[in-house]
């Protein structure tokens, strides 16, 4: 079964990757002079983490992070603030399980 915890290690570990990937962080620590490894870690810490999800969560949420760049997003006052539809009342009765937002897709945060 699928937790909460695995959905948010793996959305963490995809935000990590970003920043190890490319981008401004990364040139600016080279520049400075300081080695960046633990790529391939993460790469394979990721690997590990997908696969303890269940098929149904691991679709979502690569569908979402393919899509939007995020698998995961944060609802404020039953508001997705990923594409801003206010969700249902029964989608917060729900909020301590894991849910999708009927619009968008990604999997909603109620944290
Ligand atoms: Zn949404």
Redesign the pocket.
Known sequence: MTSWIDVVGLHDLDLLLEEARGGGARQRTLSLGFRLGGLAALERSRVRLQARLDGRWAHAYERAQRRYGRGV?AVRDRV?Q??F?TLPTCAAASRDSLTV?E??G?ILSWR
């Open positions: 997003v997705c990923g594409c539809i937002c619009s968008c990604r």
